[in-house]
């Protein structure tokens, strides 16, 4: 039924839109291409730190493993993209790639929202109800919680798949992305997935970290090492939203807006630009999650060096180490 109204811009659509092609060009392949080299690197030994040293396993080790998983499965799509807007922006890889490479970033986007809230809430716990720390960071929460992250990211992003295709004209063939499709049939759904899928999210992000603060301002043990930790992973996580995510999706609805109303050429065009601008910030959200995989404590950056043969660094691999102390170490090692 939804394929029945799948959108085909009209020629003035097209022609508004063709001013964008130098950045499409060579911003994006750029863009892309940056942010595939530092994911694919960063994630294949944050996965393989997590699988094969950070034993056992915690909640949280469990919620990074499946972000890092999520990030790259999105990166190696990247050099499809590089290819198709800095050659000839016409897509050749049919329509079941077209589908597949759309439906990575919004598998990655929204994955990653929800996984960052969890990690949020997760953090909130230990800081604010420190007794229960210890069940909370028990593997078997962050396995459920990553079980009810996949189930509700299947729900929110499955109805997009019949909104990717490939369309023809002039003799060249696009790859539509969502916010290309009919803006009578997205209008809606693309409010959904904004509310539920971002502001929702962010919502209780700002929440726990609020609730952070106000705890590691009094008490006793403000300035444990454990406590800052959480600040500071909590900091990043509200930067990842604010930063990366909120501009795409404030984007993405002007863009689809421009195109459901009647709207001056100059107007269509700055408001495409912005959007194309804004995909790769919300791609580039895999950059603080390998800071946070650093920041999760320890014992990641312990397992970092020892996979490099630097394990005579640490002579107490579980004590807390002040972050000078492991730089100026970690720079004897090399």
Wanted: include cysteine; charge should be positive.
């Amino acid at each position: 039924m939804m394929g029945e109204s799948l959108y085909v811009p009209k020629d003035d659509d097209l022609n508004c839109s063709n001013i964008d092609t130098l950045m499409k060009k060579y911003y994006l392949p750029v863009a892309y291409g940056i942010i595939f080299i530092v994911g694919v690197v960063g994630n294949i030994i944050a996965i393989t730190i997590y699988v094969a040293k950070m034993r056992p396993w915690k909640s949280s080790s469990i919620i990074m493993l499946n972000l890092a998983i999520a990030d790259l499965l999105y990166v190696l799509t990247l050099p499809i993209f590089v290819s198709y807007y800095g050659n000839s922006d016409s897509w050749t890889l049919g329509e079941f790639m077209c589908k597949f490479v759309r439906f990575a970033f919004h598998l990655n986007l929204y994955g990653s929202i929800l996984l960052l809230t969890c990690l949020s809430i997760f953090r909130y716990i230990v800081v604010v109800h420190p007794l229960r720390a210890a069940k909370v960071q028990n593997k078997t929460w962050g396995m459920l919680a990553c079980f009810i992250v996949w189930f509700i990211l299947a729900m929110e992003i499955i109805p997009m798949l019949p909104m990717f295709r490939v369309i023809e004209k002039n003799e060249t063939f696009t790859c539509l992305d969502f916010a290309s499709n009919d803006p009578a049939t997205i209008w809606w759904y693309g409010w959904l997935l904004t509310v539920l899928g971002y502001l929702v999210p962010l919502v209780i992000v700002s929440m726990c970290y609020i609730s952070i603060v106000r705890v590691l301002a009094s008490g006793p043990h403000m300035q444990s090492a454990y406590r800052v930790r959480a600040r500071r992973i909590t900091v990043v996580i509200l930067l990842v939203f604010i930063l990366c995510f909120l501009p795409y999706h404030i984007l993405r609805t002007l863009r689809v807006d421009s195109q459901q109303r009647k709207v001056g050429c100059l107007y269509m065009k700055n408001i495409h630009a912005a959007y194309i601008i804004s995909r790769p910030m919300a791609g580039m959200n895999t950059f603080f999650n390998l800071g946070l995989y650093t920041l999760a404590g320890d014992q990641f950056q312990q397992a970092f060096l020892s996979l490099f043969h630097c394990r005579r660094c640490f002579s107490h691999p579980k004590s807390s180490v002040n972050m000078a102390v492991i730089e100026n170490t970690a720079s004897s090692c090399r």
